[in-house]
């Protein structure tokens, strides 16, 4: 039967961890609202710099007014806190990864610490990655797509009285509506970048192969259409181009989960722990195939 001693003992360092823990989420928050801070300081550059692939689109097609109205008045407020959240994010998220590694890197070996550390690194260079291509390729395809669909308009005239004129289509855009969608594209394009350094991590713990990923090629790619169609918008475009660069990173994905499987058969190899399929055989059916040999030659 435990002591409360016993008790106590073990308890304590289950309490050290939750504390360990609340130190790291604490300085977490922290760096996150002093980031966000000083995005709001600044909200205005930061907007002017999101709001540059729709001037550039208008730009190209004559339209030298760029403007965004405020449908609601407190819209504007909520815009610098839009910003301000997500610039917070980027600015904190380095030191926030680091306060993970803090936490976790105490319980990994020195081998698990030298594979989890480059998923560590590249879970947000990929991020970023997609980031940019949503921002800097996407989104201003997408806003020419839906800028075509405006149209000039004409007065009535004397000879056209009774046809009519024709009802101008101009974009007047929500600011914060246009804030929304682009920062939908960003998260939505640079969380599916994260795909070949999810699937690369789960190759290394064990978890998925080379070879159950390609038989499941087919599920992926109507997984992979339905997530296009529910994170972009209605438009084939954008669609197409989130499909084929996901579907891009799956297979590449496939590639890096070979690697990793090439380097482990290695390394077992090299230790002596490596058994082919062929040479894995159960002794026990071995035994009774022998026993089976003997009893027809004696028969």
């Given at each position: 039967m435990s002591?409360?001693?016993?008790?106590?003992?073990?308890?304590?360092?289950?309490?050290?961890?939750?504390?360990?823990?609340?130190?790291?989420?604490?300085h977490s928050v922290v760096a996150f609202i002093i980031g966000m801070v000083i995005c709001f300081t600044i909200w205005n550059p930061i907007f002017n710099f999101l709001t540059h692939p729709l001037c550039s689109a208008m730009m190209e097609r004559g339209q030298s007014d760029c403007?965004?109205?405020?449908?609601?008045?407190?819209?504007?407020?909520?815009?610098?806190?839009?910003?301000?959240?997500?610039g917070g994010l980027v600015l904190s998220f380095p030191y926030i990864s680091y306060q993970m590694w803090r936490f976790v890197a105490p319980g990994l070996y020195?081998?698990?610490?030298?594979?989890?550390?480059?998923?560590?690194?590249?879970?947000?260079?990929?991020?970023?990655?997609?980031?940019?291509?949503?921002f800097y390729v996407v989104t201003p395809l997408a806003f020419d797509f839906f800028l075509g669909f405006q149209q000039a308009g004409s007065l009535i005239?004397?000879?056209?009285?009774?046809?009519g004129g024709i009802a101008a289509i101009a974009f007047q855009g929500s600011a914060q509506e246009y804030l929304r969608l682009t920062i939908k594209f960003i998260v939505a394009f640079g969380l599916c970048f994260q795909l070949p350094v999810l699937l690369t991590l789960m190759g290394k713990a064990g978890?998925?192969?080379?070879?159950?990923?390609?038989?499941?090629?087919?599920?992926?790619?109507?997984g992979i259409l339905v997530l296009a169609a529910l994170v972009t918008p209605p438009d084939v475009i954008?669609?197409?181009?989130?499909?084929?660069v996901v579907y891009g990173l799956y297979e590449v994905s496939?590639?890096?989960?070979?690697?990793?499987?090439?380097?482990?058969?290695?390394?077992?190899?090299?230790?002596?722990?490596?058994?082919?399929?062929?040479?894995?055989?159960?002794?026990?059916?071995?035994?009774?195939?022998?026993?089976?040999a003997d009893e027809g030659a004696k028969s």
């Open positions: 002591s409360p001693d016993n008790i106590e003992d073990s308890s304590a360092p289950l309490i050290e961890h939750l504390a360990e823990l609340r130190t790291r989420l604490i403007g965004l109205i405020l449908i609601k008045l407190q819209e504007g407020f909520f815009v610098a806190i839009s910003i301000s959240l997500l020195k081998s698990e610490k030298g594979a989890f550390l480059p998923f560590l690194v590249a879970s947000p260079f990929m991020f970023f990655l997609g980031a940019s291509f949503a005239g004397e000879d056209d009285a009774k046809s978890l998925v192969s080379a070879q159950g990923l390609r038989s499941v090629r087919k599920y992926a790619v109507v954008t669609q197409v181009i989130l499909f084929v496939i590639q890096l989960v070979k690697r990793v499987e090439i380097k482990r058969e290695a390394e077992l190899r090299a230790q002596g722990l490596w058994v082919d399929d062929d040479e894995d055989e159960d002794p026990m059916t071995a035994d009774f195939g022998e026993d089976e």
